[in-house]
C-alpha cells in the first residue's frame, strides 16, 4: 500500500477489523472472526471472487489502460471530473477519498495529480491497469472490491465519489445507498448516471445481443465507430444513420472505440432522471443537495448533527 489505510479495512464478510499491519503482505490477510481469506494478486489487494458481472470492465480497461489519461496537451478528464462532481483542487487537496469504481484510474489520477489521498476500488480486474497507471504514487491506494461488501469502517472518507459506474450494477438506488454511511461527518458525495437517452432506444434493442458476445469480437466491431464518423457529421443523414446505428461520436478515434464499447457490453445498465436520484439522496439523509449541469449528477453533504439514514438492503 502507498500510505496507511490498515486501519480503515475490515472483513467485507462478518465486518471484524482485519489484523492490523504497515504494509500489505504478499500472502494476504486471514479474517480471524469468519476466516475469510484474502489476498494480493499482482499487487491489488482482493475482497472479491474472479468472475463476475464486471468482466467486461476489466477487458475494456486493460485493453485501454491509456486511452482516458490526461496528458500535457489534454485535461478532458480533469474537466471531466470538475463538471460531474463540482469538486475542483481545492476541494479535494490533502482529503481522504473514495473512488468508487475507478476502472484503470482515469478520475483517480485527476484526484491523485490535485493532491487528494484516494482509495481506488473497481469490481472487476480493471485494477491491474489501474494499479499499473498509479500503483507507484504515494497517495493512491488500489483495491478490488464490491459496492455492495465494501471492506470499509463506516465514517472513514472527507469525499466519496463515483462517475459512470453505478448504473451498471444490477441496482442503482441500492449501490447508491451503500456509500453515504462511509462519509465524515461533513464529507461530500458526487455521482453521475446515465439519464434518460430516448435517441439510443435501438442501441438498447442492440445491447440484447452484444452483451452476449464475446468481447473480442464486440471490440472488433466497436472500430467501425472510427469510419462512421465522418459519415455522421453529414447533416441530416449522418444523424439518421446515428439514430439506426448509435456509436460513439468522440472527435478521438480510440475514445470512439472505447466509448461505443462501453456503451454495448456492460451485462447492466440503466438509466435514472434528476428527481429519481434526488430522492436517493434525500432518503439517505443527505443534506445540501445540488444538482450540477451535466445530467445526472448530484452532489450532497452528511450533516454532522445525525446519523445517515440506513442503506437498503441489497439481495441479488
Not at 62 to 78: G, I, K, M, V
Request: charged share 20%.
Amino acid at each position: 500500500m502507498s500510505f496507511e489505510i490498515s486501519h480503515l479495512i475490515i472483513c467485507p464478510q462478518c465486518h471484524n477489523p482485519l489484523p492490523a499491519c504497515s504494509k500489505w503482505p504478499e500472502e494476504g490477510l486471514k479474517c480471524q472472526g469468519c476466516h475469510s481469506s484474502y489476498q494480493t494478486v499482482r499487487g491489488v489487494p482482493r475482497f472479491v471472487r474472479n468472475g463476475n458481472y464486471g468482466d467486461s470492465f476489466g477487458f475494456e480497461w486493460n485493453r485501454h489502460r491509456f486511452t482516458q489519461l490526461d496528458t500535457d496537451s489534454s485535461d478532458e478528464s480533469a474537466s471531466t471530473f470538475q463538471r460531474k462532481t463540482g469538486l475542483g483542487p481545492e476541494d479535494v487537496k490533502g482529503k481522504l477519498v473514495l473512488d468508487v469504481g475507478c476502472g484503470m484510474g482515469r478520475f483517480a489520477d485527476v484526484v491523485s495529480r490535485w493532491g487528494g489521498n484516494v482509495v481506488a476500488f473497481d469490481l472487476s480486474n480493471a485494477v491491474e491497469a489501474a494499479y499499473q497507471n498509479l500503483g507507484h504514487r504515494d497517495n493512491v491506494v488500489i483495491l478490488q472490491a464490491d459496492v455492495f461488501e465494501m471492506p470499509f469502517q463506516e465514517e472513514s472518507f472527507d469525499i466519496i465519489y463515483s462517475i459512470g459506474v453505478l448504473h451498471h450494477t444490477p441496482d442503482c438506488e441500492k449501490a447508491f445507498a451503500q456509500l453515504p454511511r462511509f462519509l465524515k461527518p461533513n464529507g461530500k458525495i458526487a455521482i453521475w448516471v446515465y439519464g434518460p437517452h430516448s435517441t439510443k432506444r435501438l442501441a438498447s434493442l442492440y445491447r440484447r445481443l452484444t452483451v452476449r458476445m464475446p468481447h473480442r469480437l464486440l471490440h472488433a466491431l466497436c472500430y467501425l465507430s472510427i469510419p462512421m464518423y465522418p459519415i455522421y457529421k453529414i447533416p441530416l443523414l449522418g444523424d439518421f444513420l446515428w439514430i439506426l446505428l448509435p456509436m460513439s461520436r468522440h472527435p478521438k478515434p480510440a475514445w470512439r472505440v472505447l466509448n461505443t464499447f462501453d456503451w454495448y457490453s456492460p451485462k447492466y445498465q440503466s438509466m435514472h432522471t434528476y428527481p429519481e436520484v434526488y430522492r436517493w439522496f434525500r432518503s439517505s439523509g443527505l443534506t445540501d443537495i445540488e444538482l450540477l449541469n451535466i445530467p445526472v449528477a448530484v452532489s450532497g453533504v452528511r450533516p454532522s448533527s445525525h446519523h445517515v439514514r440506513p442503506s437498503i438492503s441489497h439481495q441479488l
